[in-house]
């Protein structure tokens, strides 16, 4: 913590420019290193208590997989993204971007999701339609589109809502990546595979969060 003095001082803007910027750089400091300790505490906590998590992680090491607490990583990120796969390094939790325990393990199921799909089917995520499928498949089965991540989201569509969600959020995946042009090519991507890939509820029997 930063003495109570200089705190005073920031409030009351009577801290000189440089004062100021050291001021500013010491909280980003104490924030980014609270974020990565909670991080680490919500990660372990889910590794040990989810079931959604700790199956698919089962799984995933199943069919050749390594994904573990090693390689199961907290930083900072510079997009709005919560999380994210690598095929050689791991997963990414944005520890700046999960505010709850909750979202960790909807992030984490996310990802694990995709390292099912690498692992089992050999996905090229730089292929539009494989890494359309692949999205449709996380959002829907990590439970980040539970009737209660969507009302949070004030998206209150009863018909279809989880199909909707898979969809929209499939869609925006999509977009950002480097081989897609623009939205339409997105949403085409998305639409050539959502009734396959939103069926295709593997390794699960049905949809479970």
């Keep these: 913590m930063q003495n109570f003095f200089t705190q005073v001082k920031h409030k009351f803007g009577l801290l000189d420019p440089s004062e100021e910027q050291k001021f500013l750089q010491n909280e980003a400091k104490q924030l980014e290193a609270a974020q990565c300790k909670q991080c680490h505490e919500y990660r372990d906590w889910v590794l040990a208590n989810s079931p959604t998590v700790r199956f698919l992680q089962q799984e995933v090491n199943k069919i ?7 390689n199961i990583v907290c930083a900072q990120c510079d997009d ?6 690598n095929q050689q390094l791991g997963i990414l939790l944005c520890q700046d971007k999960l505010g709850s325990r909750r979202h960790l393990e909807d992030t984490l199921a996310h990802e694990l999701v995709h390292a099912y799909d690498y692992c089992r089917f050999d996905v ?11 999205e449709i498949r996380a959002s829907t089965l990590s439970g980040e589109c539970s ?8 998206n209150f569509k009863a018909n279809r809502g989880l199909q909707a969600c898979a969809r929209r959020r499939a869609i925006l995946s999509v977009k950002s990546n480097p081989n897609c042009k623009d939205e339409a090519q997105a949403t085409a991507a998305v639409n050539a595979v959502f009734e396959h890939c939103f069926n295709d509820t593997r390794p699960f029997d049905e949809v479970y969060r």
């Design 64 to 70: 050749g997989g390594n994904i573990n607490e090693n």
């Design 80 to 85: 709005m993204k919560s999380g994210g796969f």
């Design 124 to 134: 090229d995520f730089l292929n539009l339609k494989h890494h359309a499928c692949s």
């Design 147 to 154: 009737m209660l991540n969507e009302f949070f989201r004030l």
